[in-house]
């Protein structure tokens, strides 16, 4: 299966979407794109270009929730220690997921929870 297209939030340092683009990975970067762009407005673009979020930031968790045509989250619950850890988070989160489309996914430290959208 062809790997995601993903959009990071303006919190992913740009170390960690440096480490994704050299794995393969089809990353838009909300720092390099517009900084400041609000969640709405995150979410607009991340459904119009059919990406799934990559953020620290809990709001975008319940976003998901609330609107039924998120394409997906991925919700880092993980302390922000080392991008190359936080990039590897990422990277085997990703690879152990399917289909990542569709779905709120909370990473934390030792477990990951998956829960479905619509």
Same mark, same amino acid.
């Given at each position: 299966m062809s790997k995601p297209r993903l959009l990071?939030?303006?919190n992913?340092?740009?170390?960690?979407i440096i480490v994704l683009r050299k794995r393969g990975y089809d990353?838009?970067? =909300?720092?390099? +794109?517009? @900084?400041?762009?609000?969640?709405e407005e995150v979410v607009e673009l991340a459904i119009?270009?059919?990406?799934? &979020?990559?953020t620290f930031?809990?709001?975008?968790?319940? =976003?998901?929730? +609330?609107? @039924?045509?998120?394409?997906?989250?991925?919700?880092?619950?993980?302390?922000?220690l080392n991008p190359?850890? &936080?990039a590897e988070k990422i990277i085997s989160t990703l690879d152990r997921i399917e289909n990542p489309y569709g779905k709120l996914i909370i990473v934390r430290k030792r477990?990951?929870?998956?829960?479905?959208?619509r």
């Open positions: 990071a939030d303006e992913i340092p740009r170390t960690v990353i838009a970067s =909300i720092w390099e +794109l517009r @900084p400041g762009m609000s969640d119009k270009e059919s990406r799934i &979020i990559i930031d809990k709001d975008f968790g319940r =976003i998901a929730l +609330l609107k @039924p045509n998120v394409t997906g989250v991925i919700l880092l619950r993980i302390p922000p190359p850890y &936080i477990t990951i929870k998956i829960i479905t959208l």
